[in-house]
T-cell receptor, first 116, second 114 residues
Framework: GAVVSQHPSRVICKSGTSVKIECRSLDFQATTMFWYRQFPKQSLMLMATSNEGSKATYEQGVEKDKFLINHASLTLSTLTVTSAHPEDSSFYIC????????????FGPGTRLLVL | DAKTTQPNSMESNEEEPVHLPCNHSTISGTDYIHWYRQLPSQGPEYVIHGLTSNVNNRMASLAIAEDRKSSTLILHRATLRDAAVYYCILRDPYSGAGSYQLTFGKGTKLSVIP
């Protein structure tokens, strides 16, 4: 099956620092990738849609200058949380849409971010 | 977006079949029905999807009502590893810029009893 990886799986950082999370589609190409955030006991909330070679589209309420997204190739998208604060602590999950077939989305394993 | 309604939680005994229902009475003609599941502390996992006909794969079966206003995900033999939150999501691939997005509801938390 299609595999999406995320790195790192877990990160702890100090308040005010920036953290980069990578999302890769390992065995398929993805022109579109998505970034979600999930707080404890809640469902996934879409943060932004990332299209290869163009600017990301952010959902309402998500600060584009705080959550920088780069989608430089058909297999890689990165999310950078800039000047992280404790309220940014969450589970960040990416997904990639397979360009083949009916465009099924496959999800990464998630990145647990803890900001101290 | 057409919405779905799922029970908050369900229980099943191990090695027995599980039928997870989903209501989507406002489904449009071009909405596909997708099922994902999420195990604790993991990203969602694709399970199955369909449009009108029933679908089978190695993980599960999807039974779609004739009027498409409801569907049922069937796990033929539940195992402890099937304990997860199961999400039923509608997606219209022809709805323009937002057509690729998946909107997650609260899903059904399935507990499997040994």
């Amino acid at each position: 099956g299609a595999v999406v990886s995320q790195h790192p799986s877990r990160v702890i950082c100090k308040s005010g620092t920036s953290v980069k999370i990578e999302c890769r589609s390992l065995d398929f190409q993805a022109t579109t990738m998505f970034w979600y955030r999930q707080f404890p006991k809640q469902s996934l909330m879409l943060m932004a849609t990332s299209n290869e070679g163009s600017k990301a589209t952010y959902e309402q309420g998500v600060e584009k200058d705080k959550f920088l997204i780069n989608h430089a190739s058909l297999t890689l998208s990165t999310l950078t949380v800039t000047s992280a604060h404790p309220e940014d602590s969450s589970f960040y999950i990416c997904s990639a849409r397979d360009i083949r077939g009916e465009g099924t989305q496959y999800f990464g394993p998630g990145t647990r971010l803890l900001v101290l | 977006d057409a919405k779905t309604t799922q029970p908050n939680s369900m229980e099943s005994n191990e090695e027995e079949p599980v039928h997870l229902p989903c209501n989507h009475s406002t489904i449009s003609g071009t909405d596909y029905i997708h099922w994902y599941r999420q195990l604790p502390s993991q990203g969602p996992e694709y399970v199955i999807h369909g449009l009108t006909s029933n679908v089978n794969n190695r993980m599960a079966s999807l039974a779609i009502a004739e009027d498409r206003k409801s569907s049922t995900l069937i796990l033929h033999r539940a195992t402890l590893r099937d304990a997860a939150v199961y999400y039923c999501i509608l997606r219209d691939p022809y709805s323009g810029a937002g057509s690729y997005q998946l909107t997650f509801g609260k899903g059904t938390k399935l507990s499997v009893i040994p």
